[in-house]
């Protein structure tokens, strides 16, 4: 079946990641399809792009004008999401060793899908994920990728909002605790520019263990320990020292969310392509040492948000980090400015998801009819309401990170950039018994055997109904 030749133009759907700070995206048109796709899309105040008189096209006739250093910063904001609320907990279950290795792999193996992409997209002079979808395997192709990311989206959104439920109600509790316990003295504001990362560093040396035990009605993985006030000293002692003893290398049943939380966590190849749109004086050389810079700083973040997560709550830790902090000090004012930091940060983040979600649903739906703000109110609407409900019923958000990291996250880092390598790349430049398209088909197998293990471990956790362990009681 031979790849269709023309290019069908899709808009552009992102992965409903952190998108603050992500430049206009330039888009490929050619004719009347550019013509076209600019009055469908004024309507929702998309802007033409500009023609360069002075520079060849290459790709695009929009000239990007992006930095190095802002193109990282853009990617890394990509990248950067609610899965990594979830890296203590999956640190918790693995131990520090395993993790690391894991985290490792992920990261690296997220790296050499962004090489697929750019060389796919060099082949062809495409730069949308959906598009690459099209030219590989026609308008199949292209609604399997759309599809991916909008589950991709939709996970994002339900996991923001599920923060929302989380923390709002701590958050405002924890304003009218303040106002009637020390009605002069304010918390200031200004702490709210403090990330999360250094404010979890800063914490792992200032919270006891084990924790005083009227503080530890946990909801963590771990067998509670009952310490009893007859037990001798030196019981009690060895007791402590079980609960703040790290494990480096651990096998349960919340293992199985591990690779889909992690692989949640680094999505971001929707955005590659686009960004690349804006890069200025683009290469695929250049644009891959962006990708493998942006994935280095947000690996070593992940890693030292987790493990000081960890080591501060070990088995304790519950799946949405800032929510174990409740145990320690309800009050504690920099642990409130962080959680009204990242309520701001999901709540202003929660629209700017759901508008590539309605647009996609349209796209895949009623591609070829005119705007109608009716249909455009009546899907937002339904989105809305369904994802609200499965945030209102979902008992944690362990959940969220494991199905979506299950199932659309590997399809857009692992098995989506193999299999469009493998059908774009015209066999005289590399036979599909040539190397790279081996190792691209034993990525997309390598992926497919993480979402199908991953998914089957989630389920048979649902049936035995361990999965509760996670959540936020």
Not at 201 to 209: A, N, R, S
Not at 373 to 399: D, E, M, Q, Y
Request: glycine content about 6%.
């Amino acid at each position: 079946m031979e790849a269709p030749l023309q290019t069908e133009m899709v808009e552009l759907v992102p992965n409903g990641k952190h998108l603050e700070g992500l430049l206009p995206v330039g888009m490929p048109t050619t004719g009347n399809e550019r013509m076209e796709d600019s009055r469908r899309s004024c309507v929702e105040g998309k802007s033409f792009l500009q023609k360069s008189p002075s520079k060849e096209p290459h790709f695009t006739d929009f000239e990007g004008k992006t930095s190095f250093g802002m193109s990282v910063f853009n990617l890394s904001n990509a990248i950067m999401g609610s899965g990594i609320l979830g890296l203590a907990y999956a640190m918790a279950n693995t131990g520090i060793i395993l993790f690391l290795f894991l985290l490792t792999a992920v990261a690296l193996l997220s790296s050499y899908s962004i090489h697929l992409l750019l060389k796919s997209s060099g082949v062809v002079g495409i730069r949308a994920y959906e598009q690459l979808g099209y030219r590989a395997f026609g308008t199949p192709g292209k609604l399997a990728a759309a599809l991916a990311i909008t589950l991709q989206n939709i996970g994002a959104m339900s996991s923001y909002l599920y923060i929302i439920k989380s923390e709002l109600p701590l958050v405002i509790q924890t304003f009218l605790n303040l106002e009637e316990q020390t009605s002069d003295k304010k918390p200031s504001l200004d702490l709210m520019r403090s990330f999360l990362l250094p404010q979890v560093i800063y914490k792992k040396f200032q919270v006891p263990c084990p924790l005083p035990s009227n503080l530890t009605n946990g909801t963590g993985n771990f067998s509670h320990v009952e310490v009893m006030e007859e037990n001798t000293h030196l019981q009690a002692e060895l007791d402590a020292a079980a609960l703040c003893t790290p494990s480096y290398f651990t096998l349960n049943s919340q293992t199985a969310y591990t690779i889909p939380i992690m692989a949640f966590a680094f999505v971001c190849h929707p955005e590659v392509l686009p960004i690349y749109t804006e890069l200025k004086d683009p290469s695929k050389k250049k644009m891959q040492h962006i990708s493998n810079l942006s994935i280095a700083v947000m690996y070593v973040m992940y890693f030292l948000a987790a493990l000081f997560g960890y080591l501060t709550f070990y088995d304790r830790v519950e799946s949405e980090l800032l929510h174990t902090y409740n145990k320690v000090d309800a009050f504690d004012v920099l642990i409130l400015c962080v959680r009204v930091a990242v309520l701001t940060a999901v709540t202003l983040t929660v629209p700017i998801v759901l508008f590539p979600v309605r647009r996609a649903i349209q796209q895949m739906l009623f591609q070829n009819q005119e705007f109608s703000w009716l249909r455009h109110v009546i899907i937002a609407t339904g989105l809305l309401t369904c994802i609200n409900l499965l945030v209102i019923f979902a008992p944690n958000i362990l959940g969220i990170f494991g199905i979506i990291g299950a199932t659309s996250a590997p399809c857009l880092i692992f098995i989506f950039p193999a299999i469009f390598y493998f059908r774009i790349i015209p066999t005289e430049k590399e036979p599909a018994r040539s190397t790279p398209k081996i190792l691209a088909l034993c990525f997309a197998v390598v992926g497919f055997l993480l979402m199908t293990m991953s998914l089957s471990f989630i389920i048979i956790d649902w049936v035995s109904g361990t999965s509760r362990h996670g959540g936020n009681h």
